[in-house]
């Protein structure tokens, strides 16, 4: 099970910490990512970081903008977002990815997502 | 523009079938395997179809899907009132080097 807080209104320019807790599985094997979806629009992947937290890759959307971290002594998963826009505003889900010896991936589960509205 | 492309709405009546394609490229479903996703307001997003054509379990089998080269697509027999929801599709970019969705379908059950 995953569930993601820290979302509520935040400035334009403004910054905020999303958290994703994970319980029921073994958080530090799986790889996990952020996937946002903005009012009325379709599903965006943001960022995806490796078990071990070695790997990290972001969407040219975020980078430079959002950290994603994780601590997986505490099974929670981070996003760190500043210089945040209007178009940031979505409800940012956590999904943990599966990954197949054949490299195979799809995410499953996903949280209910926390909506961030950045607005003046 | 999403990089994989959906047609924005489908639908059928209680029983009746109905198929979603999505397109892509080399970069996506040209080299990596397709998953989908139902969204419905105020829930999470869940797997319904990954690795192409493999259905989690707990989904019914009315839900199937397939791919072929740069395009799949998720079709959905015996459709209820409760598919009535958003279904989005997924997958690897090796160039972007990230995930890629196509931009949703709304299925409707009239």
């Known amino acids: 099970q995953l569930l993601e807080s820290g979302g509520g209104l935040v400035q334009p320019g403004g910054s905020r910490r999303l958290s994703c807790s994970a319980s029921?599985?073994?958080?530090?094997?799986?790889?996990m990512t952020w996937v946002r979806q903005a009012p009325g629009k379709g599903l965006e992947w943001v960022s995806t970081i490796t078990e071990s937290g070695a790997k990290i890759s972001y969407a040219d959307s975020v980078k430079g903008r959002f950290t994603i971290s994780r601590d997986n002594s505490d099974n929670t998963l981070y996003l760190q977002m500043t210089s945040l826009r209007a178009e940031d505003t979505a409800t940012y889900y956590c999904a943990r990815e599966r990954v197949t010896v054949s490299a195979t991936r799809w995410f499953d589960p996903w949280g209910q997502g926390t909506l961030v509205t950045v607005s003046s | 523009q999403s990089v994989l492309t959906q047609p924005p709405s489908a639908s059928g009546t209680p029983g009746q079938s109905v198929s979603i394609s999505c397109s892509g490229g080399s970069s996506n479903l040209g080299h990596y395997a397709v998953s989908w996703y139902q969204l419905l307001p105020g829930t999470a997003p869940k797997l319904l179809i990954y690795s192409n054509d493999q259905r989690p379990s707990g989904v019914p089998d009315r839900f199937s899907g397939s791919k072929s080269g740069t395009s799949a697509s998720l079709a959905i027999s015996g459709l209820q009132s409760e598919d009535e929801a958003d279904y989005y599709c997924a997958a690897w970019d090796g160039r972007l080097n990230g995930w890629v969705f196509g931009g949703g379908s709304k299925v409707t059950v009239l």
């Open positions: 029921g599985f073994t958080f530090s094997v799986f790889a």
